[in-house]
C-alpha cells in the first residue's frame, strides 16, 4: 500500500493548523459526501480519502506519527477509535474493515457487529451499506423463455461492471426472515437487442425493435431463495440477473425490508423486542408465563420484586445469523406491569388492606 499524502489530499500546507485542516475536511466532506454526489465511484474514492487524511491528520498524536514517517497507516491498527465522535465514524469503520483484509494485523476491539458485507468487493462500498449484509441467493428460473427452470447457485464475480447492478427493494415478513423463504420477483432489465445484436441500426437502418437504442427493457420474474437471518439492509445478491451488456451481465440485489410486526420490534443486529403486560400481583410476587417467540412459547420467570419496563433477555431467540461465526440474535422482554382499571369488591377490599400494610412508597422523596 504506498503512503498517501494526506496533506494533498486535504488541500493543505505541512503546517497547517488544527483548525484549518478541520475546516479543509468539512468542506471536501460535503462536497463529496455520497449523500450529495450520489452514486460516482470517483467521488465516493475522494469521500473516502478525504474521512482518511482527516482521521489522521485531524487527530495530533496520528499527525505526529504520520509526519515522523513512522509506520505507514498506524492508525488502521489502534483499537481505540471510540474517541472521535462524527457522522463520518462509519466510514471510518469501513476503513478499518478494508485495512483488515488487505493484511493489517490487530482486529479491532470493537468491530461492528453487524458488518459483514463483502469487504473484497470494493466497487460495492457505499456509504449507506457499511452496515448492510450482502448473501447470494439460490435462484430459480421462472422466465418461460428458458427452457424449463433450473435452479442454480453462482458464484459472486469479483470483476464487473458496478453500473450493470440493479437493486429493488423486496418486503418480507419477520417470520420469514426467521426461516428464510422463496420469494418470486418481478425484475425489470436492459439487455442488448437481439435484432440488431445491440449496434441499434440494421442494414444501415435505425433498428425497430430498439428504436436505434441498442438495448430493450426485459421483464421476467424469477423465484428467489431468501436465506434465513436475513434483516432489514440485507442484500440478497442474484448473479446474472441484472442488466447486460455483450457477455456480461450484472447482479441483482434484492434490498431486503421486514413488514412491521404485531408484536416484535426488530433490531439491524437481529435482536427482537416485545412487551409481555404483566399484573401488579404477578409483578410483586413473582410469576412464570408463557412468553412467544419464533420458534413457538416458551416459559419465562420474572422474580418477586420485578418493577415496570425491566427488561429480561432471552438468549438466542432473536433472528439467525447469516453466519456461522455469528451469534443469534437475543429477544428482549420488557415488562409492563398493568394495574387493574375496575376492581371487584373483593378485589378492592384486598387492594385496600395492601395499602395499608405497605410502607409508604414516598417516605424517601425529597422533602
Ligand atoms: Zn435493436
Redesign the pocket.
Known sequence: MLRKDYYQILGVDKTATPQEIKKAYRKLARKYHPDVSGDNPQFRQRFNDVTEAYKVLGDPERRKIYDGGGVEQAWFNESNFGNIKDIFEKTYRQQQEQAKSEGASERPKTPPKSSAGKQSDKSRFNFGDIFSHIVDSVQTRLDPEDKEPETVKKKPKETKAPSLDIEQPLEITLEEAWKGTRKTVSIKREKP????????Q?SGQS????????I?QSSRRIEVAIPSGVRTGSKVRVSGEGNSQGDHSGSLFLRIELAPHRFFRVEDNGDLHCDIPVDAAEAAVGAAFSVPTLEGSVKMRIPAGTQNAQVFRLRGKGLKPLRGSELPGDQYVTIKVMVPKFLSQRERELYEELQRLAPDVRRDLYP
Do not use: E
Not at 437487442?193 to 441499434?200: D, S, T, Y
Not at 425497430?208 to 441498442?214: A, D, E, L, Q
Open positions: 437487442c437481439v435484432l440488431c445484436g445491440g449496434a441499434g440494421v433498428c425497430h425493435n430498439c428504436f436505434g437504442k441498442g430493450v
